[in-house]
């Protein structure tokens, strides 16, 4: 099988790559090809890929090619990656700070900064499938770009089926909770879990064992919270009133002031501590040697103790489960897997909200075949949109599993967000400004017209691309 890697210069491709070159995943990619429009970025991972592959045995990794070309990079593919960053970590920084500085949440994917960064990431993740449905028009894409839930809803039009968003925040939590409640979860199943949501936006509601949900002891056990992130980020007395567990960007809904208050005290914003450390980090690792790969793993153990920082006491730290990595590339790997024909596998993804009658009654999930009656995998929610739900992938592609109907507090709240969703890819894809600047007025975390135009004023002022996108679309 031949990989392509769209945004293959990014921090977190040695991760899939060692996954591919030991382990369950080993043999199952020949060629991987990476694209990157950063030759610099590209050429320092090329390095600590090589660092990493003196540290295996011989050929126990799929062949790498690095390329700046994105029709060679598509020509022959069977799978597409696509983890991409337009504007880059500056691009990030703005987006988080614009927001930050008006006293509103400055975060990357939540919020008016996912909101900006959907505006930016829609137009070129477009380009990307238009070429991949001339070039390689039967390969799977696998979308890592975020905000993932906007960005693969922007591309069903164009891809169908053929794409799937990819997130391991979900399935994170689902396997810390069940370790914490003592709950055996066999790899690559899901019998028993209940979740729905969007994108950085869900909650895990059933954690079935033996026919028996653990979940409700769980809630109640304040020793067996406080073994994991999700446990110890929400209040007992919140998580009691809920009767689940929230994907832990809930946090940022659920405890706003702390977050802003968190993010102002930092002195700095995530963006702007990753942009200052990759300044520093591409230039060492294209210069490492064999060294590179040693160079990386340090890097990324110390991103990952800086996430969500906002949210942790003084000197918390996170567990080490939580550093070790290995769930962004594991989710994906396993459905890439599954969908080229190695076996079925039961993941929490990204994708259209549609089942079978049948299967919504009870009936084995199935997928909206011709003259089925389609209704939505989760109550209350548009059959057509993008949800992140249990799915069930097959070579045919990735089914939902119906999920209960969310409470009526937790459905109000995707409901709006799935609406703010929508007048983002409206205005990615059309040029209007008017759909992005509804789309920040409209948002939970923003709710305001007059702070609306501001926000998009100085995103426009940040980004001279939103101005193209309004005149010409993208």
């Not at 690792?285 to 160079?295: M, S, T, V």
């Not at 006491?313 to 994906?332: I, K, S």
């Not at 799935?418 to 990615?428: F, G, M, Q, T, W």
Request: charged fraction near 20%.
């Amino acid at each position: 099988m031949r990989l392509t890697i769209a945004g293959g210069g990014g921090f977190r491709v040695p991760l899939v790559y060692r996954a591919l070159s030991a382990g369950p995943f080993a043999g199952l990619v020949r060629e991987l090809v990476l694209y990157d429009v950063d030759p610099a970025r590209l050429s320092a991972i090329e390095v600590v890929l090589a660092s990493l592959t003196r540290q295996g045995p011989p050929g126990s990794g799929p062949q790498i090619r690095a390329v700046s070309s994105l029709p060679e990079a598509l020509d022959g593919a069977d799978m597409v990656f696509a983890a991409i960053r337009p504007g880059g970590t500056a691009g990030r920084t703005a987006d988080e700070r614009i927001a930050l500085d008006l006293g509103l949440l400055g975060q990357e994917t939540t919020g008016a900064g996912g909101i900006s960064y959907a505006l930016r990431s829609i137009p070129p993740m477009l380009r990307l499938a238009e070429e991949m449905r001339s070039r390689c028009p039967g390969a799977w894409l696998l979308n890592f770009t975020n905000p993932a839930g906007m960005v693969t809803e922007a591309l069903i039009p164009v891809l169908g089926a053929k794409v799937i968003g990819i997130c391991d925040s979900a399935s994170g939590l689902v396997h810390r909770a069940a370790r914490a409640a003592g709950v055996a979860l066999p790899e690559g199943t899901l019998d028993g879990v209940g979740y729905y949501g969007l994108n950085h936006l869900g909650w895990l509601y059933r954690l079935e064992a033996g026919g028996r949900d653990a979940l409700p002891e769980l809630l109640a056990n304040p020793a067996a919270l406080s073994e994991f992130e999700e446990g110890r980020l929400f209040p007992p007395g919140l998580l009691a009133s809920l009767g689940c567990l929230p994907n832990e960007y809930l946090f940022y809904y659920y405890d706003t002031v702390r977050a802003v208050a968190g993010m102002r005290a930092a002195g700095q914003t995530r963006g702007e501590s990753i942009a200052r450390q990759q300044a520093e980090l591409y230039p060492r690792l294209a210069a490492a040697g064999a060294e590179a790969y040693a160079l990386w793993e340090d890097a990324r153990r110390s991103r990952e103790e800086g996430y969500l920082a906002e949210a942790r006491t003084p000197g918390e730290r996170r567990d080490e489960t939580d550093l070790a990595g290995g769930g962004y590339e594991r989710v994906a790997l396993a459905a890439m897997r599954a969908l080229s024909g190695g076996g079925g596998a039961d993941l929490i993804l990204n994708t259209r909200n549609a089942v079978t009658a049948a299967a919504a009654a009870g009936a084995e999930p199935g997928g909206a075949g011709s003259g089925a009656q389609v209704v939505p995998a989760v109550p209350g929610l548009p059959a057509d949109a993008v949800v992140e739900v249990p799915c069930r992938v097959t070579p045919d592609g990735a089914v939902p599993v119906p999920q209960d109907r969310p409470g009526p507090a937790q459905l109000d709240l995707l409901l709006r967000v799935k609406d703010v969703e929508r007048l983002v890819v409206e205005a990615a894809t059309t040029g209007r400004r008017e759909a992005a600047l509804a789309a920040f007025a409209r948002h939970p975390l923003v709710d305001s017209e007059v702070l609306a135009g501001k926000l998009l004023a100085g995103y426009e002022a940040a980004f001279p691309e939103l101005g193209r996108l309004w005149h010409g679309g993208p």
